[in-house]
């Protein structure tokens, strides 16, 4: 499998404190929402699966500094991962260190089918401000909306809206970027302005609630920047919501 064909999903919540049952909670939650997925894998220092037949209580043993270390599917062929890390306080709105929740999967038919539920489970399970999950290609494009160059700033492709950094943003409920598939906490959608239902019937004919927010979803397929349609659908987003990103004025 290439990167190409992976999903990326990462959360943003507030960082892990001791042996936090949230990191369970997370693995616990995708396992739920894909069938047929079994997390009781970790990885060896040379990336070999080694089976972990206690994995909850090793998992909770495993956090050190905020942080818990991959599990995965033990399929080489098909791999499935998910790690937990801390993000400082310097570089986080704020100053509030966060936990990020990374997970990677095949961009296959199971995973797009499930892709929300995922989405979902891994965020209400790490209680996140918000998250996204997007194909690989589509994420290189976004990061360049905030990526530094060489000059200093920002240099986005495609006629995306330059982002500013995380430690710019006033506090760590408001999104960073936007991706194919968006958690919003209660508090995310309050700080960005979401649902107002005169502007939003579009994105809130692919949303749903969750317990804690909403899951929207920007396209149908697989966000593919390469699609008129939607790159058209990432733009208008954008426009939406300029808190998204820490572009609105103070």
Known sequence: ?????????????????????????????????????????????????????????WL???IDDGEFPIVCNGDVNYPV?????????????????????????????????????????????????WGSAT???AKVDIAYQTAPTLQGPPSPRRGLPALKLPP??????????LGWMNYW?????QAIGFPDPARDADLLSR?????????????DAPLDLNDPAHLDMLKRTYERFPEIGGRAAP
């Open 81 to 129: 991962t998910v790690d937990g890390r801390e993000r400082s306080g310097l570089f986080s709105p704020g100053g509030q260190p966060l936990l990020e929740v990374h997970a990677k999967m095949p961009l296959c038919e199971a995973v797009i089918a499930a892709a929300a539920a995922v989405l979902e489970a891994v965020a209400e399970g790490a209680r996140a401000f």
């Open 185 to 189: 906490s209660a508090a995310a959608a």
């Open 1 to 57: 499998m290439t990167q190409q064909r992976t999903l990326n999903l990462i959360t943003y919540a507030p960082a892990l404190v001791g042996k936090d049952g949230r990191a369970v909670d997370v693995i616990h939650g995708m396992e739920q929402a894909l069938s047929g997925l079994r997390l009781k894998w970790r990885l060896s220092d040379s990336g070999r699966p080694i089976p972990l037949p206690q994995r909850d209580a």
């Open 168 to 177: 710019h943003i006033r506090s760590p409920e408001i999104p960073y970027y």
């Open 60 to 62: 909770l043993e495993s």
């Open 135 to 137: 194909p690989y290609a």
């Open 207 to 219: 949303a749903r609630r969750t317990a804690s927010g909403w899951v929207v979803q920007l396209t």
